[in-house]
């Protein structure tokens, strides 16, 4: 299992309840066995979903499942199960793998929202014994700027040299940022120049599925098709001072194998730094313009 203390640090959410949303955290079987858990699902009109997870995310037992279930408005529940595996690193029969069930609620605790649940598992080999646990997750944009907040004591924390290490090397380019924005496909976010160099950091710290993105800089392409993985692509610009608009146009080449294509980009403006999140569909875009 993962290191329980950076675990704790990155259950990373995308929560949005628009047509896909991707909710990712963690399951704990008993008091301490840990492992990260991602479910990425559509809602129809009738408010049942369809859609996929992924438990050991980016692991050595990486596993996709397809799931299905209920999301009741009202009562801010969401209800759903595994029906059948799609694909796992680990090598063994279907059939021998435990397939679970999660009840569980929204709701705002210290002005943050969280989903607690409780799951239970199972098998269609009927002699395995599965087990069951408590999942939890929050969102995307609340967890980012908790990571924040984090990465600012981090160096201050009495924490061996080996787990302060870790934890920066998890945070990455995320250290440092001071706001993070959650934006909707077709969006322009607008900021102020504040310096001649502007830094983008690009990176995909969810699961790798082939996501590619084009990038413009005032309409002449910049990058093309660019693969968006757990690596961090970092990209500097000059801002000549006669330049008075410069716009980053971001496009979604495609949406990889496990839709949509999930977009992070850290902006750095000067001693601005933030954190940009949009999820789209293949040729949908978002704009990051700055003016002088």
Do not use: W
Not at 232 to 249: A, C, N, S
């Amino acid at each position: 299992m993962r290191n329980t203390l950076i675990l704790f640090f990155f259950f990373i959410i995308e929560f949005t309840f628009a047509q896909v949303t991707e909710l990712t955290g963690a399951i704990l079987i008993g008091k301490s066995e840990l492992m990260s858990y991602m479910i990425v699902y559509e809602i129809n009109e009738n408010n049942q979903i369809s859609g996929y997870s992924v438990a050991d995310l980016n692991g050595i037992s990486e596993t996709k499942a397809k799931i299905s279930g209920e999301y009741n408005p009202k009562k801010k529940s969401l209800r759903f199960e595994e029906k059948k595996i799609i694909s796992s690193l680990v090598k063994i029969p279907f059939g021998d793998f435990c397939l679970m069930k999660v009840n569980g609620k929204f709701e705002k605790k210290n002005g943050k929202h969280i989903f607690t649940g409780k799951f239970i598992s199972a098998a269609s080999n009927t002699k395995l014994s599965c087990d069951s646990g408590t999942i939890i997750m929050t969102t995307a944009q609340e967890i980012y700027e908790i990571a924040a907040k984090a990465s600012k004591i981090i160096d201050k924390m009495p924490l061996p040299d080996s787990v302060s290490k870790a934890l920066n090397e998890k945070i990455g380019p995320i250290k440092g940022v001071e706001k993070v924005k959650t934006v909707l496909p077709g969006s322009i976010t607008e900021y102020t120049i504040k310096t001649d160099t502007i830094q983008l950091d690009i990176l995909d710290d969810m699961l790798e599925d082939g996501d590619k993105i084009s990038i413009y800089k005032n309409n002449s392409k910049i990058v093309s098709e660019l693969a968006t993985t757990n690596e961090v692509k970092t990209m500097r610009f000059g801002v000549p001072r006669d330049e008075k608009v410069v716009v980053f146009t971001i496009v979604a080449c495609n949406e990889g194998t496990s839709p949509p294509n999930t977009i992070k980009v850290v902006l750095t403006n000067g001693k601005q730094k933030e954190l940009i999140i949009a999820q789209l569909r293949k040729d949908q875009t978002i704009k990051i313009m700055l003016k002088r």
